[in-house]
């Protein structure tokens, strides 16, 4: 298997865009990633969007965005898996040039969700979990993490409140990143004092879904380093899968897919988990960051709030996270989500994230999340 590289990222501004379709706004991203590069080099085409066939009753967006692209008769694949569909597609990519199926190769996600009535796009997310046990009767993804968060207050002693610093912290670095949906820093105290949405997560600790869309070009190491300065590779990637449906689990604050995949990539990448310098999560939640990073591995059980309290979530931190604004404050595009965190994350190796730069930054994970950890995609980037 060759090595991976990423060579070029583009993305779109995350918010309302009422006047833009989805292959618009993929087509700003793609043209983003490809620089000078001619479309027509492009061997393989990943889309990643989780709602546009319940949305917008379009399928097969592969197939639209590449002749929005001017490249039809590419291999065009749509991916869907809920909120791990960027992540998922990029694995794609990767075993596509690993393998030398092809040299080059684009990832695209995008997501257009703000075209409907609030409890139209809460059905289509709520997809992501069990239909059969758990939608049906009415549950949202907010209202299971809201019960996970009870269940991790009980377990460890912990209050809301104490939850407040990875919504603070994800406010604090989307001040810094021009594509994020919220630009403004918040308090402790404004989260404390915020609405309640499904008790006990308030209104500043969840995200907004919002419109988007990001690319990343991948490639192969001999074209890469032909094409690119400073190319970032991807040294790991995997994926994992966990039962749908949260009462089926034996421990539900813990996610099997997210330390599953977690390991592989690190092992793949020959890493340990010290190695780390830069993370980005599905974090929709503090609760959601709190679960992600310990079943990783990158915190013990039940301390996760705690090092967060202390600090060390935050860009001088031993943990940084959200460095782009994460779910919260970049604003949660879904199925492109895994794809915004790429592009961030490269930025910061190549020392480009301005007031969130993490010093001296060459080894940054990605993980992304569908549903409650049904499915888990993590990616492992160095700058070599």
Known sequence: MRHVYIIG????????????????????????????????RIGALYVASALSGSLHTQSQMAALIATAAGIPGVEAVTVEAGGASGGVALRQACLAVASGAVDLAMVVGVEKVTD??????????????????????????????ALLMRRYMHEYGYTADDFAPFPVNAHANGVANPRAMYRFAITAEKVRNAPMVAEPLGLLDCSTAADGA????????GLAHELCATPVRIAGSATATDTLALHSRPDPLWF?????SAAAALRTARLTHSDVQVFDV??????????????????????????????????????PLATGGGCKARGDTVGANG??????LVAQLRGQAGAAQVNSARV??????????ATVATHILTLE
């Open 256 to 260: 099997p897919a997210a330390a599953h």
């Open 116 to 145: 409907v009535l609030d409890a139209r796009r809460e059905a289509a997310l709520a997809l992501a979990t069990d239909v059969d046990w758990e939608a049906i009767h009415g549950v949202t993804l907010t209202a299971l993490w």
């Open 282 to 319: 599905t974090d929709p939640h503090g609760i959601a960051a709190a679960l992600a990073l310990e079943s990783s591995g990158f915190a013990e059980r039940g301390t996760a709030v705690a090092l967060a309290r202390e600090g060390a979530i935050t860009p001088k931190g031993r943990l």
């Open 214 to 221: 990001a690319a990343v070009l991948i490639a192969s190491e």
């Open 364 to 373: 940054a994970l990605a993980q992304c999340m569908g549903g409650i950890g």
């Open 9 to 40: 990222t583009g993305a779109t501004p995350v918010g309302e865009h009422w006047d833009r379709s989805p292959a618009s706004l993929a087509i700003e991203a793609l043209t983003g990633a490809l620089g000078t590069i001619p479309a027509s």
């Open 339 to 344: 794809v915004y965190q790429i592009v961030e």
